[in-house]
């Protein structure tokens, strides 16, 4: 009895060995088994390669192409007028706007030909007259020193009042307009030499106060004229009119 228990089990143990040997050679013929395994890792392989791949084709220096890094496809990069890059960064002013009003080039001195005087006679101070210049030109022009005015056939320009004379010279961008009063008689009748003048010529000083420039100014007079003795004087030009007729 133990001998055939013995032989029964030899052969489960024999037949058990064939069964498994057959599903191993079943699975080897379908390639499933160890080599599903290999073929997944080749797969990861592969995937990570493309990756590299693509990342390493969008940029040179290795960066992602979304990412607004300067030198990627995607970059918001600008350049500013200075010739300097950076990402995202605004382009910065590269010069000082003009003043408004204001034009390009060097000022010039005032003169006839590039102003328009305006002679008016003044109730307060009495026995006074303004002057008004205005900018006509295209430049900014400056007013030098004080007018020298002649009144009908004068052979001289009267003096200048000393004590108005400015901080600053005047100076008039196209338009704006510069003024000085004058003197035109003693309100206590004590002035000398008095007569009635029909015509005025405005003549403009230079840099160096020596002498006029430019052309003449020949502002109207009332019909009537004007009264002026040897009292007659003027001011520097200023640069608002309270100024002027504060003297």
Not at 71 to 98: E, I, Q
Not at 111 to 118: I, L, N
Not at 180 to 198: H, P, R
Request: with cysteine; net charge neutral; proline share 6%.
């Amino acid at each position: 009895m133990s001998d055939l228990r013995t032989s029964r089990t030899r052969l489960v143990a024999a037949a058990a060995t064939t069964v498994l040997a057959a599903l191993s050679l079943t699975a080897c013929a379908e390639g499933t088994g160890t080599q599903d395994e290999g073929s997944g890792t080749r797969t990861t392989s592969a995937t990570a390669s493309s990756f590299a791949t693509a990342s390493d084709s969008a940029d040179p220096s290795g960066t992602s192409a979304s990412s607004g890094t300067p030198g990627t496809s995607g970059s918001t990069k600008r350049t500013d007028a200075t010739g300097s890059s950076g990402a995202g960064a605004a382009t910065p002013a590269t010069a000082a706007k003009t003043p408004a009003g204001s034009t390009a080039g060097k000022a010039v001195t005032c003169e006839g030909s590039t102003t328009r005087t305006v002679a008016a006679p003044l109730t307060r101070p009495v026995n006074h007259m303004l002057l008004t210049v205005t900018n006509t030109g295209s430049k900014s022009c400056y007013l030098y020193g004080y007018p020298a005015v002649r009144f009908g056939e004068a052979q001289s320009v009267p003096p200048v009042i000393e004590d108005s004379q400015p901080q600053a010279v005047v100076t008039l961008e196209p338009g704006q307009s510069g003024y000085a009063s004058v003197a035109l008689s003693a309100t206590d009748g004590s002035g000398a030499n008095g007569y009635t003048a029909k015509s005025l010529t405005v003549y403009f000083h230079g840099p160096s106060g020596n002498g006029t420039v430019g052309r003449g100014a020949t502002p109207s007079l009332p019909a009537k004229g004007v009264y002026v003795d040897d009292s007659l004087k003027v001011t520097y030009w200023q640069q608002s009119m309270d100024d002027a007729v504060s003297w």
